[in-house]
């Protein structure tokens, strides 16, 4: 098979602000129910000795950080009615396949999330959002400090995101997340912490960590977190 081309990616920082963390909660807290129904394909604990077998063998992201990471009223939703937000799956690699004019990824191969009702969907969300690393603190993200056009140029151009990220449906890359809803999805202060090291939440990742001033990683951020919000 031809090497895929789907690579590179959205760039960070490797050393982050140095600001009071909140309290880490992992999945000796978690409600059974969370345990039952997410943690057969998701790690609620951070693990120990993270190896690159574990990244390239887990059914699902991690998810110890979920507090740190998602909206709750996306949660709650998504859990409802899931949609595919990694279009390669958890580790693209698996499902690219050989194509013309170049690679490209077998989306029948990817496998699907299962639904809950709205109870659950509460019930887990809630628990989910227990769950924090310590590494994304509250009140990095300024609001003020977002240029949309600077950080539509950084993600498209500058930055390169968009060679594995989509800004929009079905343009951009395929190996990483989708971000056209990443608005309703992610928090702000997870954005930065995660762009500036991703290696910390997933490590063996194969997202780069590279430079950026903090204003243009406010920028890029205020960006990728408008995404999504203008169809609410």
């Not at 600001?19 to 978690?30: K, L, N, T, Y």
């Not at 394909?41 to 991690?62: F, I, Q, Y």
């Amino acid at each position: 098979m031809k090497a895929p081309v789907i690579f590179a990616a959205c760039a960070g920082v490797a050393v982050l602000v140095f600001a009071a963390r909140p309290a880490v909660v992992d999945a000796q807290g978690a409600s059974s129910e969370l345990v039952t129904q997410c943690a057969s394909c998701h790690a609620l604990t951070k693990p120990a000795n993270p190896t690159v077998d574990h990244l390239w063998t887990r059914k699902g992201p991690d998810l110890w950080y979920a507090g740190d990471k998602f909206n709750r009223d996306w949660l709650a939703s998504w859990l409802q009615n899931p949609t595919t937000i990694r279009p390669g799956g958890v580790f693209w690699f698996k499902h690219a396949k050989a194509g013309e004019p170049r690679d490209t990824i077998d989306a029948a191969a990817v496998e699907k999330h299962p639904k809950v009702d709205a109870a659950t969907a509460g019930r887990l969300a809630d628990a989910l959002l227990q769950l924090k690393s310590g590494l994304a603190p509250d009140g990095v993200y300024k609001p003020e400090a977002a240029n949309m056009t600077m950080g539509k140029l950084a993600f498209s151009k500058l930055r390169g995101c968009v060679a594995c990220h989509q800004d929009a449906r079905g343009q951009g890359g395929l190996s990483g997340p989708e971000l056209y809803d990443a608005g309703q999805r992610l928090r702000p202060d997870y954005v930065i912490a995660y762009t500036k090291n991703p290696q910390q939440f997933d490590p063996h990742i194969w997202m780069p960590t590279a430079t950026l001033s903090e204003p243009d990683l406010q920028r890029l951020t205020g960006y990728i977190t408008s995404l999504g919000k203008e169809n609410k």
